[in-house]
């Protein structure tokens, strides 16, 4: 069983940067893929970016790539997704999703809500 707590989010304006983490525990966060999904209001969960358990490899929507970044710290169980140029569009619940199969995210967290808007 594992755990995931998401922190980090906020109301911000346009253009703005936030930095989402997560924190892992429960099981051995080193062999698990991790994930973050996004959720907006009366939309679909969409798959925003992902990361290997080594970190060596990682994935991102259209949308993410280029303004956000994931990256972890395996050394303190925490996958970060560094977001840079926020716009109305990527206001959301953000949620952080563990798993060992690839494309498969077995656990997920409670989600934290970023609002970008003026």
């Known amino acids: 069983q594992v755990q995931l707590v998401e922190s980090g989010g906020g109301w911000v304006q346009p253009g703005s940067s936030l930095r989402l983490s997560c924190a892992a525990s429960?099981?051995?966060?080193?062999?698990?893929?991790m994930g973050w999904f996004r959720q907006a209001p009366g939309k679909e969960r969409e798959f925003v970016a992902d990361?290997?358990?080594?970190?060596?490899?990682?994935g991102y929507s259209y949308s993410a790539e280029g303004r956000f970044t994931i990256s972890r710290d395996n050394a303190k169980n925490t996958v970060y997704l560094q977001m840079n140029s926020l716009k109305p569009e990527d206001t959301a619940v953000y949620y952080c999703?563990?798993?060992?199969?690839?494309?498969?995210?077995?656990?997920w967290g409670q989600g934290t809500q970023v609002t970008v808007s003026s």
């Open positions: 999703a563990a798993g060992r199969t690839y494309g498969l995210f077995d656990y």
């Open positions: 429960g099981g051995p966060f080193s062999s698990y893929g």
């Open positions: 990361i290997s358990g080594s970190g060596d490899g990682t």
